[in-house]
């Protein structure tokens, strides 16, 4: 079975200062996809950034980009200039790429972050 | 916008009670699943529907059934609850059509068994 982790419970960053949440994960599958999902106070659970396993470039979305390490089997988030708005629960999960419509994920225990002036 | 809309958003029971979750996706989507979230555990999948008419267990599926009632709607019961199951319940709709497809998720339910 996959498993994914998340060995930062929590983390502090300041404001417009960058901050990498780690996320390593085990899996014998090749083919499958990576996530990162925010939870602010709010519940919601927000799609951060996604990453293809057979893809090498990392992804990147506005200040969010990832460090994805295949072989190393690890997969960071990392927030450039933080925001107060940043500050929230962060899940880090994977899919396994041949489960046809099913798409199940599996979650991290989250890291919660926080934003300090 | 509507998306994944669960209900109710809170409920306190006594053990032994029997509750329905409910959920409604207006996404046209095709797959469903129900998670819960305890503290320090992240989310884990009770119960998924990849399509209308089929429902699978997922991690956790003791002490609940499902119900695919049509494909906007899926169904989490408990049937006799027991304090373990105090948790936060989400549940989350996908398109089917490639791996890009994102899960969408509800605002969940704090259910609390006393």
């Known amino acids: 079975a996959q498993t994914v982790t998340q060995s930062q419970p929590e983390m502090s960053v300041q404001e417009a200062e960058t901050v990498t949440l780690s996320c390593t994960y085990d899996?014998?599958?090749?083919?499958?996809?990576l996530f990162w999902y925010k939870q602010p106070p709010s519940r919601q659970m927000i799609l951060v950034i996604r990453?293809?396993?057979?893809?090498?470039q990392n992804a990147t979305e506005n200040r969010f980009s990832v460090n994805f390490q295949k072989a190393a089997k690890s997969f960071s988030l990392k927030i450039s200039d933080s925001q107060l708005g940043d500050a929230a629960m962060y899940f880090c999960?994977?899919?396994?790429?041949?489960?046809?419509?099913?798409?199940?994920?599996?979650f991290g225990t989250g890291t919660r972050l926080q934003v300090t002036l | 916008n509507a998306g994944v809309t669960q209900t109710p958003k809170f409920q306190v029971l006594k053990t032994g009670q029997s509750m329905t979750l409910q959920c409604a996706q207006d996404?046209?989507?095709?797959?469903m699943y129900w998670y819960r979230q305890d503290p320090g555990m992240g989310l884990r999948l009770i119960y998924y529907s990849a399509s209308e008419g089929t429902t699978d267990k997922g991690e956790v599926p003791n002490g609940y059934n499902v119900s695919r009632l049509n494909k906007r709607e899926f169904s989490l019961r408990l049937e006799s609850a027991a304090p373990s199951q105090t948790s936060v319940y989400f549940c989350?709709?996908?398109?089917?059509?490639?791996?890009?497809?994102?899960?969408?998720f509800g605002d969940g339910t704090r259910l609390s068994i006393l």
């Open positions: 996404m046209n989507h095709n797959s």
């Open positions: 990453q293809e396993a057979y893809k090498q």
């Open positions: 989350a709709s996908r398109a089917t059509g490639g791996w890009n497809q994102p899960q969408h």
């Open positions: 899996t014998s599958e090749s083919d499958y996809y």
């Open positions: 999960a994977y899919m396994a790429g041949n489960t046809g419509t099913a798409s199940k994920l599996t």
